[in-house]
Nanobody, 119 residues
Framework: QVQLVESGGGLVQPGGSLRLSCAFSGFAFSMYDMTWYRQAPGKERELVASITSADRDTDYADSVKGRFTISRDNAKNMVSLQMNSLKPEDTATYYC????????????WGQGTQVTVSS
């Protein structure tokens, strides 16, 4: 069974930075595509950034391109999201998601970590 635990959220001023981490427990982390999603109050959950298992291709929402960077460390079973130049509209609960690249129906969610951008 896979478990995902996010950390690194908090309160930051506009223009500041945060680094979110997602610790993966279970087998074969390197076989999972990893994605960060976020959900603001009253809004639908949206994809923020993703990184594939095999070739580490990355993809970003237009709203975060150039400000956020997703990375993974397969030796540590960890995926991170570096968030720079944060804006109030980045305020949301951020969720880590893992999808097994062979059996796509096999996927898992973390419990989320709150990011609040406010002065």
């Amino acid at each position: 069974q896979v478990q995902l635990v996010e950390s690194g959220g908090g309160l930051v001023q506009p223009g500041g930075s945060l680094r979110l981490s997602c610790a993966f427990s279970g087998f074969a982390f390197s076989m999972y595509d990893m994605t960060w999603y976020r959900q603001a109050p009253g809004k639908e959950r949206e994809l923020v950034a993703s990184i594939t298992s095999a070739d580490r291709d990355t993809d970003y929402a237009d709203s975060v391109k150039g400000r956020f960077t997703i990375s993974r460390d397969n030796a540590k079973n960890m995926v991170s999201l570096q968030m720079n130049s944060l804006k109030p509209e980045d305020t949301a609960t951020y969720y880590c998601h893992a999808r097994y690249r062979i059996t796509r129906s096999l996927n898992y969610w973390g419990q989320g970590t709150q990011v609040t951008v406010s002065s």
